[in-house]
């Protein structure tokens, strides 16, 4: 019985998302917004790589400050 339940709520919370997420990437090909998605995707990545860059180089240059008065 425990076996059956834990199949069960395994298909429902694995399969039929994956199933409605291949229905909607289907809806936005057939539109073109696909690209839109994927661009927005694209520059959000792009951001937050810009962002760990600029980052790690301040801290770069407080690591070094704080070496240089030590």
Same mark, same amino acid.
């Given at each position: ?16 998302? $994956?199933? $409605?997420? /291949? ?5 936005? !090909?057939?539109? /073109?917004?696909?690209?839109?998605v994927? $661009?927005?995707? $694209? ?10 860059? !600029?980052?790690? !180089? ?5 690591? *070094?400050?704080?070496n *240089?008065?030590?």
């Open positions: 019985m425990k076996k059956f339940l834990s199949l069960t709520l395994i298909h429902i919370l694995w399969i039929v998302p $994956a199933k $409605a997420q /291949g229905d909607s990437l289907d809806f936005l !090909r057939s539109t /073109g917004k696909i690209y839109s994927v $661009a927005v995707i $694209a520059v959000i990545f792009i951001g937050i790589t810009i962002f760990l860059y !600029r980052l790690d !180089r301040k801290l770069t240059k407080l690591e *070094n400050q704080i *240089n008065e030590q």
